[in-house]
């Protein structure tokens, strides 16, 4: 989950101030990125009955990536609904 993160955040960084489009090109990107390699590892790991590893790599690394994402966007969306950021 590390590797997609990095270079999905890595993107994000680029794209932000650009068209919204492409920002936004790279958020899904990102995120179906992770999404389908999680997917793949609960197959995998079911398959070799190693769930409990399955869900500690999960907790270690998907759920606080995206918690952190989800937050961030919420509380950019708040400064910019309270005028604290520039329209454009």
């Given amino acids: 989950m590390a590797v997609p993160?990095?270079?999905g955040g890595?993107?994000?960084a680029r794209e932000h101030g650009r068209s919204a489009q492409r920002f936004l090109?790279?958020?899904a990107?990102?995120?179906i990125t992770r999404l389908v390699l999680a997917a793949l590892a609960a197959f995998s790991a079911?398959?070799?009955d190693a769930g409990a590893a399955l869900i500690a790599g999960l907790a270690a690394?998907?759920?606080p990536l995206t918690l952190f994402e989800m937050v961030w966007f919420l509380r950019a969306r708040g400064a910019q609904s309270?005028?604290?950021e520039p329209r454009g």
């Fill in 29 to 31: 990107t990102g995120f």
């Fill in 25 to 27: 090109v790279a958020l």
């Fill in 61 to 63: 690394g998907f759920v």
């Fill in 10 to 12: 890595a993107w994000l």
């Fill in 46 to 48: 079911g398959k070799a």
């Fill in 5 to 7: 993160g990095i270079v």
């Fill in 82 to 84: 309270l005028g604290t």
